[in-house]
């Protein structure tokens, strides 16, 4: 069926309205009508082709929730009505060692939600800037949260897992101290998360204006990093940090903040390398430096579960479709607290708003 949807023709033209199909329900498939679908830095990354590869039109969002509207006969866990939401995840091979132990997110076939090969039309997956979008069960999550939340719980879907992964793997609970560098959608779910996880959290930011925002999402300290007297007060101080920064930085500055054995885990993929740590800034306490990549699908109910049980979700600013280039410049600029989540019932209305930019 033919719907509508936001996407670009190519990486220098803005998001436009556009037309897509998406393939009738196979046997395994859930149909799902999008409500809402929150706006990742990575969709400004794989839209402009920054991370290289992008295939047009590239219609961005993988942080997709919204009703079931059909099933395929196969279909076990979902029906007709049910909230669910969709990640950044829309296929994997189902049988290598990452997909038996519910890891999809480190399959080598895993298929993304947008720019990832498949059979439908036109070639390529297209995302959650749309109205309805087909997935197959393996890949749905159940939304236990109430519907009046389920705008803010979009971020969760990347943002969420994203954060929760690591902070998980390396067993962050009470009695850590642990920083969160880069408090935008994914850092200020770090916050939350670290801070529901009962970790004392110390948040890290290059934006004065979020100092006291960063305690209201519940850091228990926040600091400016640009000031290197008030990051020397904690050199040699935290047991793991989150870094979810959008673009390449000194790590010197974060790693010397760890205690012996700490860890820092990037989660951050900014289309231009770090400049490369010093040896000494990891020898020096036998420190290490890592990576997380979103979460597999266990995980990622998992986290759902966790956030419905304790009322967490995301801190949003809900826009219409065809308010996203402007959104986007917003977001290069640090400038939203702390997740665009499009409504996307806007995408049946006319464009109201002329937002697009020159290129
Ligand atoms: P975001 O909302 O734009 O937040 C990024 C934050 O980084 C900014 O709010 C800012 O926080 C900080 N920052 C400092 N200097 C910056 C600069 N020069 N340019 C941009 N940001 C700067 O982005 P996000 O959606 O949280 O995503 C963050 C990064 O994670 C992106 O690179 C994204 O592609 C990546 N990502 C990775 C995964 C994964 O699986 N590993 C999943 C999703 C996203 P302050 O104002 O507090 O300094
Ligand atoms: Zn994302």
Known sequence: MTIKAYGAHASKLPLESMDITRRAPGAHDVQIDIAYCGVCHSDIHQVRS????TLYPCVPGHEIVGRVSAVGA???GFKAGDLVGVGCIVDSCKHCED??????NYCDAMIGTYNGPTPDA???TLGGYSQRIVVHERYVLSIRHPEAQLAAVAPLLCAGITTYSPLRH???GPGHKVGVVGIGGLGHMGIKLARAMGAHVVAFTTSESKREAAKALGADEVVVSRHSSEMAKYAKNLDFILNTVAAPHNLDAFLTLLKRDGAMTLVGAPAAPHPSPQPFSLIMKRRSLAGSMIGGIPETQEMLDFCAERGIVADIELIRADEINTAYERMLKGDV???FVIDNASLALPPQNQDRKPS
Not at 99 to 104: K, W
């Open 50 to 53: 920054e991370w290289a590869g």
């Open 74 to 76: 196969r279909v076990t």
């Open 99 to 104: 997909c038996a132990d519910g890891q999809e």
């Open 122 to 124: 036109p070639g390529h």
């Open 170 to 172: 390396w067993r962050v």
């Open 337 to 339: 607290k702390y997740r």
